[in-house]
């Protein structure tokens, strides 16, 4: 993220006496500073520690310095900031790794101070008093995990495909978000929206008979979504296997909601959710807690914990990967921690995850994402083995995999299928591009067929394949998915209700 350079100086725009100048850039680092400690304690935990490091960068007495010395020699206020940042940014991206992560934090905060000492909106989440549908270009996933529910009705984005990470954490969190909509941002303040997001629909200044029918339509699936949710008879396929439906979780947090609707397991537990926002990688016992609290809510049950997925849109600031000029095929995902030198990690969170497990009844699965061959998976396979875990398996996400899975399975104990990447990948389409929405489709030939061949390795040698992408969540796809031989489907838990009905 660049932070926008305001016209250059020292006198355009004019500036003001330099005092004046001052008053407002500093007045500007203290506003940003006030507003950032204010979201710090609203949103507690990890989120607070980024907020709060960003607090004390723009209390930092040089950064005041550096502006007044700007401004001193006629520099109008929103041009010293900018520069003055820009001096440190320089200095961090130059001192090593675990500095050089902390640049997006003081980019992003250089953008607010920016905006601020040039009396433009601050950009960034708004902070509004009243609950309001949040129009963006796009969000960035901490940003989305972060949005207050009592005030954020719904999300709309110009950018991100269905499967991106911002509409998958917003399904999470129960936001209703339609995302990849062009034009969104030609929408103004205060108009009325409706946002339908089972129709993937944002309607403009509906009617009241138009409000009224879609309160309706939501009643109505609410109803049957809890009809549905009442029996938790296990699905069971014609010939009488059976199907179960396990949940995508992020946390301790989703476990509740989970449970609640019917989750007969995890089938995906997005480790790496727990620390977007981390700046230093998480100690063993951080994970030894945080892994626990999910276990042990699932006693008695299977939970397939997915290592560390880091990079392309899910970045990990602890973890800094380098810029590349195309980060969905670059080092992410499992790459991140073998090719990339951080082993360790890895060995690290298997150990966690492991010990996490012991006593608490809990079925632990662990895999890993973005493998390409059978060679990765053997790799992984040790590592996991190693650290004590019983059952490893791998995520078939790239079609490299999905052609391959025969020999890939045959070092593994399971696999499961993310349908988002998978799609990503087979159909050259960026899950990020909104305007790509309908290349996006886990439903297209090209992307079932591998989905097959995937499900039938999996039969032939006896081991499970379940799918774990969005696609499984799909009320249309779920069917056709058992049918090609998928053992298991996982999905956000606000999906289970509805897909549980369409299945029966
Ligand atoms: C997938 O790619 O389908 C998947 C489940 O992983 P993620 O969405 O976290 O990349
Ligand atoms: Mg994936």
């Given at each position: 993220?660049?932070?926008?350079?305001?016209?250059?100086?020292?006198?355009?725009?004019?500036?003001?006496?330099?005092?004046?100048?001052?008053?407002?850039?500093?007045?500007?680092?203290?506003?940003?500073?006030?507003?950032?400690?204010?979201?710090?304690?609203?949103?507690?935990?990890?989120?607070?520690?980024?907020?709060?490091?960003?607090?004390?960068?723009?209390?930092?007495?040089?950064?005041?310095?550096?502006?007044?010395?700007?401004?001193?020699?006629?520099?109008?206020?929103?041009?010293?900031?900018?520069?003055?940042?820009?001096?440190?940014?320089?200095?961090?991206?130059?001192?090593?790794?675990?500095?050089?992560?902390?640049?997006?934090?003081?980019?992003?905060?250089?953008?607010?101070?920016?905006?601020?000492?040039?009396?433009?909106?601050?950009?960034?989440?708004?902070?509004?008093?009243?609950?309001?549908?949040?129009?963006?270009?796009?969000?960035?996933?901490?940003?989305?995990?972060?949005?207050?529910?009592?005030?954020?009705?719904?999300?709309?984005?110009?950018?991100?495909?269905?499967?991106?990470?911002?509409?998958?954490?917003?399904?999470?969190?129960?936001?209703?978000?339609v995302v990849g909509v062009a034009g969104a941002l030609e929408l103004t303040e205060d108009e009325l929206l409706l946002v339908d997001a089972s129709e993937g629909a944002?309607?403009?200044?509906?009617?009241?008979?138009?409000?009224?029918?879609?309160?309706?339509?939501?009643?109505?699936?609410?109803?049957?979504?809890?009809?549905?949710?009442?029996?938790?008879?296990?699905?069971?396929?014609?010939?009488?296997?059976?199907?179960?439906?396990?949940?995508?979780?992020?946390?301790?947090?989703?476990?509740?909601?989970?449970?609640?609707?019917?989750?007969?397991?995890?089938?995906?537990?997005?480790?790496?959710?727990?620390?977007?926002?981390?700046?230093?990688?998480?100690?063993?016992?951080?994970?030894?807690?945080?892994?626990?609290?999910?276990?042990?809510?699932?006693?008695?049950?299977?939970?397939?914990?997915?290592?560390?997925?880091?990079?392309?849109?899910?970045?990990?600031?602890?973890?800094?990967?380098?810029?590349?000029?195309?980060?969905?095929?670059?080092?992410?995902?499992?790459?991140?921690?073998?090719?990339?030198?951080?082993?360790?990690?890895?060995?690290?969170?298997?150990?966690?995850?492991?010990?996490?497990?012991?006593?608490?009844?809990?079925?632990?699965?662990?895999?890993?994402?973005?493998?390409?061959?059978a060679e990765e998976a053997r790799w992984f396979a040790a590592k996991a083995r190693e650290a004590g875990i019983a059952k490893v398996g791998v995520m078939i996400e790239?079609?490299?995999?999905?052609?391959?899975?025969?020999?890939?399975?045959?070092?593994?104990?399971?696999?499961?299928?993310?349908?988002?990447?998978?799609?990503?990948?087979?159909?050259?389409?960026?899950?990020?591009?909104?305007?790509?929405?309908?290349?996006?489709?886990?439903?297209?030939?090209?992307?079932?067929?591998?989905?097959?061949?995937?499900?039938?390795?999996?039969?032939?040698?006896?081991?499970?394949?379940?799918?774990?992408?969005?696609?499984?969540?799909?009320?249309?796809?779920?069917?056709?998915?058992?049918?090609?031989?998928?053992?298991?489907?996982?999905?956000?838990?606000?999906?289970?209700?509805?897909?549980?009905?369409?299945?029966?």
């Open positions: 993220m660049g932070v926008p350079e305001p016209p250059p100086g020292p006198l355009t725009p004019p500036a003001g006496p330099p005092a004046e100048e001052a008053e407002r850039a500093l007045a500007a680092l203290r506003l940003v500073a006030a507003e950032l400690g204010r979201r710090a304690e609203l949103a507690g935990g990890e989120a607070a520690e980024v907020l709060e490091a960003q607090v004390l960068m723009a209390q930092d007495p040089m950064l005041a310095e550096a502006v007044t010395a700007r401004t001193a020699v006629g520099v109008a206020a929103g041009r010293a900031v900018f520069e003055a940042f820009g001096v440190f940014r320089a200095q961090l991206a130059g001192a090593g790794e675990y500095l050089a992560a902390r640049v997006a934090d003081l980019d992003d905060l250089a953008a607010r101070a920016v905006a601020a000492a040039a009396g433009r909106p601050m950009p960034g989440v708004p902070v509004r008093d009243e609950p309001f549908v949040l129009v963006a270009h796009d969000l960035a996933p901490a940003d989305t995990a972060l949005l207050d529910l009592q005030k954020v009705l719904a999300l709309v984005t110009e950018q991100g495909g269905p499967t991106s990470h911002t509409a998958i954490l917003a399904r999470a969190r129960g936001i209703p978000a944002v309607y403009v200044a509906p009617t009241d008979e138009f409000v009224a029918s879609a309160r309706e339509r939501e009643a109505a699936r609410r109803e049957a979504a809890a009809l549905a949710t009442a029996g938790t008879e296990p699905i069971r396929t014609p010939d009488g296997r059976e199907v179960k439906l396990l949940a995508n979780i992020g946390g301790a947090v989703d476990v509740a909601d989970a449970l609640a609707a019917g989750a007969e397991g995890v089938g995906l537990f997005r480790t790496e959710v727990l620390y977007l926002g981390a700046h230093e990688p998480p100690s063993y016992e951080d994970q030894l807690t945080a892994y626990r609290a999910v276990f042990e809510g699932f006693a008695g049950m299977t939970v397939i914990a997915r290592t560390l997925d880091a990079g392309a849109d899910k970045p990990l600031p602890f973890l800094p990967l380098g810029e590349e000029p195309n980060p969905s095929l670059g080092v992410r995902g499992i790459r991140a921690f073998r090719d990339a030198g951080h082993e360790h990690l890895l060995e690290t969170q298997l150990a966690a995850m492991a010990a996490a497990a012991e006593g608490t009844g809990v079925d632990l699965w662990v895999m890993a994402p973005m493998i390409a061959d790239v079609p490299a995999a999905a052609l391959c899975a025969r020999e890939i399975l045959a070092e593994v104990d399971f696999a499961s299928i993310g349908t988002n990447d998978l799609t990503q990948y087979t159909m050259a389409a960026d899950r990020l591009v909104g305007a790509l929405g309908g290349l996006q489709d886990a439903g297209h030939p090209a992307v079932l067929k591998l989905i097959a061949m995937t499900a039938y390795a999996g039969a032939e040698l006896g081991k499970p394949v379940g799918v774990c992408g969005e696609a499984a969540g799909d009320p249309r796809l779920a069917a056709e998915l058992i049918r090609l031989g998928v053992t298991s489907l996982s999905m956000a838990p606000a999906a289970l209700a509805e897909v549980r009905a369409a299945l029966r």
